[in-house]
């Protein structure tokens, strides 16, 4: 993001930075002066608020996810009590697992990750372990179980729609299998092992249906942390990120997040509400998947004309990244040959080998790439390509 900010010259098909163009301004200055105009709202507006969060915007969010689940219970257990608001998802994603994992401790991430919560589990003296399939992930559990090492399993990682890096999105057939075998293994385990859902780009669908969540599998709101963002979809600079969360994590991670900064943005989160119950929001992501598609499509065409024959890709269906996997020889690392002259001539991209953990039950695969068409346009994402496929 700092290379991309500094050098603006340069094509990043790297940076998770979401399209320019579409960028809700006017939205967010008509909603700002209303917000400003009454005095009852401005000084709310603009005082501190509670460590939880904007009730008037979990409200919102929770109708939301019950929308977009289905999820219609009598006495549910998810109430907006179980709904944290935090500085993006990324700070809800530290929180959780600060909380549940003590230095030592065991996750499970997918093979390949996002590589930023990476950061957050070697800061924290984790181990993670990675599988790519839900029968990947039975063995990694059985392979935990044999070493004894179960009981320092806490939690598992999931990027469910549209990953980022890969953009696979989670049938909920394997949402369901998964879960029967993380509950098989909680006996060994000893103690509860948590499902951290990463429903990230879920509103940045381009086509086809939405998937129901994890959450909706977790009917007593025991085992699944549901976190989301409004960056995203919305505007990456308001950063406004929340978690539905099981109701025993709640005290521990608001303790937490208090000591953190007592709150998020209030003025933020007021504005967000606003979108959300005036349905600026709504249609505002309809306008942004147009977007998206032609740079999406852009990509693909570049992909099939100038790469076709020496690579392998997944054709995303929504957020932001296509992941590409090279003939295994070829290095795609920081200091390989590939990244400097790709760099040189104008292109830059996020090595692959960056979204892979420390598994040491596997080597880390170093011959892929991510690449995002959130920020360029397509003119510019036909030429970062030709640039790639030249360097390559
Ligand atoms: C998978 C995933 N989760 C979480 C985040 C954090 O986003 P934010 O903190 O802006 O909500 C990102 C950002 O790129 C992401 O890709």
């Not at 372990?129 to 999931?158: M, N, T």
């Not at 306008?287 to 024959?309: E, G, N």
Request: with cysteine; hydrophobic share 40%.
């Amino acid at each position: 993001m700092k290379l991309t900010l500094e050098r603006p010259q340069l094509i990043s098909l790297a940076a998770g930075f979401t399209d320019n163009a579409t960028v809700p301004a006017e939205e967010v200055n008509r909603i700002t002066r209303e917000i400003l105009r009454r005095p009852k709202t401005a000084q709310s507006a603009l005082q501190y608020g509670t460590t939880i969060g904007l009730p008037q915007l979990r409200r919102e969010l929770l109708g939301r996810w019950q929308q977009q689940d289905r999820y219609v219970r009598q006495r549910s257990p998810v109430t907006s009590d179980h709904i944290v608001v935090t500085n993006g998802s990324q700070q809800l994603l530290y929180l959780v697992t600060e909380v549940l994992c003590d230095p030592g401790d065991i996750v499970l991430v997918e093979d390949p990750t996002y590589f930023v919560y990476l950061g957050i589990v070697q800061a924290m003296g984790l181990r993670p372990f990675g599988f790519d399939s839900v029968a990947a992930l039975e063995s990694k559990l059985e392979h935990l179980k044999r070493q004894r090492l179960l009981p320092r399993l806490k939690l598992l990682y999931l990027i469910t729609y549209f990953q980022n890096p890969t953009g696979r999105t989670w049938s909920l057939e394997d949402k369901r299998e998964a879960m029967a075998v993380v509950r098989r293994y909680e006996r060994a385990a000893g103690h509860p092992i948590y499902i951290v859902e990463d429903a990230a780009y879920r509103d940045m669908r381009l086509e086809g249906k939405d998937v129901p969540s994890f959450k909706m599998l977790d009917p007593r709101n025991e085992r699944v942390v549901y976190a989301n963002t409004l960056t995203k979809p919305f505007a990456t600079g308001i950063k406004i990120g929340y978690g539905i969360l099981p109701a025993a994590l709640m005290r521990a991670v608001l303790n937490s997040k208090g000591n953190h900064d007592f709150g998020s943005s209030n003025f933020l989160q007021a504005i967000l509400a606003r979108a959300l119950a005036t349905g600026v929001y709504e249609r505002h992501l309809a306008a942004v998947a147009a977007a998206y598609r032609l740079k999406r499509d852009a990509m693909i065409q570049a992909l099939d004309r100038f790469l076709s024959t020496s690579i392998r890709y997944h054709q995303p269906r929504g957020g932001l990244y296509i992941w590409l996997e090279l003939d295994a020889g070829t290095r795609t690392g920081a200091s390989s040959k590939l990244f400097r002259r790709a760099l040189d001539a104008g292109v830059l991209y996020v090595p692959g080998e960056m979204c892979f953990c420390n598994d040491p039950t596997r080597p880390i695969p170093r011959n892929c790439i991510r690449l995002s068409f959130g920020a360029p346009g397509p003119k510019q994402i036909r030429q970062g390509i030709k640039l790639l496929a030249d360097s390559i």
